[in-house]
């Protein structure tokens, strides 16, 4: 099955929670992607937005909010009563259910601006030694290019793939200072002509978010390996 899990398996739980997550593994999905960001005792957390609101019942800034308080709010918000108990889930969290099950984990480093990108790398990479994942369950991915340089720092050995909405014309200088595995990028803007190009130079091309297969069916004749999706269901086959 050649997709990802797009923070879980989204239309089906809560987004970046633990039942999203859990759903995805039962499902057979062998990726899942996340996003991460620091609290503000910087342990790292698994929520997409900088603000609460629109996924928990939180209200502010993620970043103003320690781990302990973040747990306090249900990250069930607005999807229904079933995931009323689920909370935001660390990423300690995640990667040791990830481990558990040998479920490889596109992790998307979440710096907003005025956030410490080299803190958020350090934490991470704190909590990857102290679980003991294999490094090949693991990809890091991002469209803050100085998260990935201090990753690839930190941990060499972990693999990287630099995030576009559309991609730029100096794409593959970038990807090769970055010794980049993977070219994630907006479906809707790719072109027959960079995925081939994209492929020919050596990357891996995954595609965010396409949930009807109908608008990517020749996608995988360009080349792209993966489709990041939120409906994982739509293309078992």
Request: with cysteine; proline share 5%.
């Amino acid at each position: 099955m050649r997709v990802m899990a797009h923070r879980g398996f989204s239309s089906q739980a809560p987004e970046n929670t633990l039942a999203a997550f859990k759903k995805a593994i039962d499902f057979g999905c062998q990726w899942i992607e996340l996003d991460v960001q620091l609290s503000a005792d910087n342990v790292p957390v698994v929520i997409h937005d900088q603000e609460l609101s629109r996924c928990t019942s939180g209200q502010g800034k993620v970043s103003d909010h320690t781990l302990k308080q973040l747990r306090q709010f249900s990250a069930g918000n607005g999807f229904s009563d079933e995931f009323s108990n689920e909370t935001i889930p660390s990423l300690q969290d995640v990667l040791l259910i990830a481990k558990s099950s040998n479920t490889s984990l596109n992790i998307e480093l979440k710096p907003y601006p005025f956030d410490d990108e080299q803190l958020l790398c350090q934490q991470i990479a704190r909590v990857i030694r102290a679980v003991k994942i294999p490094p090949e369950q693991i990809l890091f991915s991002s469209f803050n290019i100085k998260a990935l340089q201090h990753i690839k720092t930190i941990l060499p050995e972990i693999r990287r793939g630099l995030l576009w909405q559309e991609i730029p014309g100096d794409a593959f200088t970038l990807l090769k200072k970055l010794d980049a595995y993977s070219v994630h990028c907006d479906y809707r803007y790719l072109t027959e002509h960079q995925a081939r190009e994209i492929k020919r130079k050596g990357y891996q091309l995954y595609c965010y978010t396409p949930n009807n297969p109908m608008d990517v069916q020749n996608y995988w004749l360009w080349g792209v390996d993966m489709m990041i999706t939120d409906t994982p269901d739509r293309y078992a086959h």
